[in-house]
């Protein structure tokens, strides 16, 4: 019998790998199938703002009749959606299934979330999340370079990416399945559906936190592509570069002794590091960009400026997750993390709207 952590972690990374072939793969998608790139991004964008807003009852619901049954539930609509993608021919079709998986994605987001604390010990969350995290940096990566591969053979991307997502999520409905049969660890539930979605104090502090925490650290990490792309195409490879570097300090801190057994840094220590170093990380990047005219030197700061974001991105997401673990009640484990999630999504959001101001400001 597979441990729950196994079977936890084969549905993330297999949702992993076909959500990111499918991101980085949409653009090549709209081409192959003529459809317009701006219908595109109005379908993507949609899914992703109704998923969001729908994820709050969805959650409420996983909290009465358990997350991996709506889970279940949720996977084979995206298994429907992936055969849509594919077998059914014409440009609406494709959109309706571009809004619906896109849609769907979000629907998993807490229901996933929220499977650690319902089959986990928790003196394991934080450790087995970040070890998750490393697992699924490298997955993302390699999912991007399947792309690339799959161009090179000259294979259509509409039907590859249909049956990718179709057998991964069949793959993923299996897993889901075998969890339901090994619950680890004792669950408090809500006997009924809660009609008001009030929650206390603390946990909107908490979410306020978490907000304006990524709201600052993803700031300069949302402008490194536009400030990169001013620069010419001769430093593209920097992009890759911060793929690798983003994964190696995920791994160094998953090594640290401190989050592991239960160990971890209290969520206010984590919050200052976290705005400190992204904070110097926004200013070094912007500095350099403008200052900077040699390509080796600014190639270098950019490293820098690398290492500085994903730490902080990293330990800004470690506070996420205790939080998310930690504040309100048991029972309303899936609603809580669903808050918080839409939270982190938010405040990414308001970063790329601040990265805006600061981009126009500049004029890099």
Sequence with gaps: MLSPATVIRVNVLVDAYVTSFLAASVGYLTVESGLDGQGALHAVGTGIVIGTI?????????????????????????????????????????????????????????????????????????????????????VVLLGTATVSCVLLFDISIRTFASLLGSCGYFVCILATHVLKQNQGVDVVRRTSFPVRFSMAADVW????????????????????????????????????????????????????????????????????????LGVFGGILLVSSAVLLQSMIVFSLALMAVFCLNHTARTFATIMAWQFQYEKGDD??????????????????????????????????
Excluded: H
């Design 205 to 276: 502090i908490s979410c306020l936190k978490v907000f304006v925490t990524f709201a600052i650290v993803t700031t300069g990490s949302v402008l490194v592509p536009y400030i990169l792309a001013s620069k010419g195409s001769k430093l593209s490879w920097l992009l890759l570069c911060s793929v690798f570097i983003e994964i190696a300090i995920n791994y160094v801190i998953q090594k640290n002794s401190r989050f592991k057994k239960g160990g971890g840094a209290s969520n206010f220590a984590l919050l200052l590091l976290a705005v400190a």
């Design 331 to 364: 029972k309303d484990r899936t609603f809580v993390v669903a808050i918080f999630s839409m939270a982190s999504a938010f405040g990414i959001g308001f970063a790329n709207l601040i990265g805006a101001k600061i981009y126009e400001v500049v004029g890099v």
């Design 54 to 138: 729908l994820s709050l009852p969805l959650a409420r619901l996983g909290d009465v009749v358990g997350e991996a049954r709506v889970l279940g539930c949720v996977q084979i609509f995206q298994v429907v959606a992936y055969v849509v993608l594919g077998m059914v021919p014409g440009q609406i079709p494709l959109m309706g299934a571009l809004v619906g998986i896109f849609l769907l994605g979000r629907f998993v987001s807490p229901l996933r979330g929220a499977l650690p604390p319902r089959y986990l010990q928790k003196e394991e969350l934080v450790s087995f999340k970040i070890s998750l995290r490393t697992a699924t940096l490298t």
